[in-house]
């Protein structure tokens, strides 16, 4: 895959850079960031330069994972990071603590959507997981169209080897800016 820009109208999404690992370590040392995710704890400058630039750019090259840095228009900060894991239908995001709460994720997870169920993807549909209780990402995914799918053993292995208790859910081309996709959200009730 080649390394895409999207732009939505608050953001842009970019291929993050070697400048951006300093950010990528800041907002990795929130716990809830930790406690939601599989980032490594405790979390290394080397393991943010090493997702920043050994993961990424090998990702993007492989075509398995197109890794997006969200930052505000015209400016060049790093919010967060989402991604679309294309051999596994999913995707993935976290947002740097200061800015939760603003529809950020939201807004970044269309614009991803958008870009990924366009057509030249040959991609219908995508997976959205979280372990149960992250009521932020959940948010975010059902802000942005996914359709309650359930709950079940996350497929991402967590730190410990397990698969712990998750939330799914799902989007499909004919799902996108349908009412139906925001009513079966149980664990947002």
């Known amino acids: 895959m080649k390394p895409v820009v999207l732009c939505t109208p608050r953001l842009v999404l970019s291929t993050p850079v070697a400048a951006d690992a300093a950010a990528v370590f800041g907002h990795c040392q929130d716990e809830e960031l930790q406690r939601w995710t599989t980032v490594p704890v405790p979390y290394s400058m080397a393991d943010a330069r090493a997702f920043v630039e050994e993961h990424i750019p090998t990702a993007w090259r492989d075509g398995t994972e197109a890794v997006l840095a969200i930052r505000p228009a015209g400016a060049s900060a790093l919010m967060g990071v989402i991604s679309w894991q294309r051999r596994r239908g999913f995707v993935g995001y ?3 603590p200061e ?7 939201a807004e970044a997870l269309r614009g991803l959507v958008d870009w990924v169920l366009s057509g030249e993807h040959g991609v219908t549909s995508l997976r959205w997981e979280a372990v149960a209780g ?28 397990a698969h712990p208790p998750g939330w799914h859910a799902v989007l499909t081309r004919g ?9 079966r959200w149980p664990v947002l009730a």
């Open 134 to 161: 992250n009521r932020g990402s959940a948010h975010a995914a059902r802000a942005a169209g996914f359709r309650w799918a359930g709950e079940a053993p996350c497929d991402v292995v967590d730190r410990d080897g």
């Open 94 to 96: 976290w947002m740097g």
């Open 175 to 183: 799902d996108i800016g349908t009412v139906e996709a925001l009513e």
């Open 99 to 105: 800015h939760r709460g603003h529809g950020y994720m």
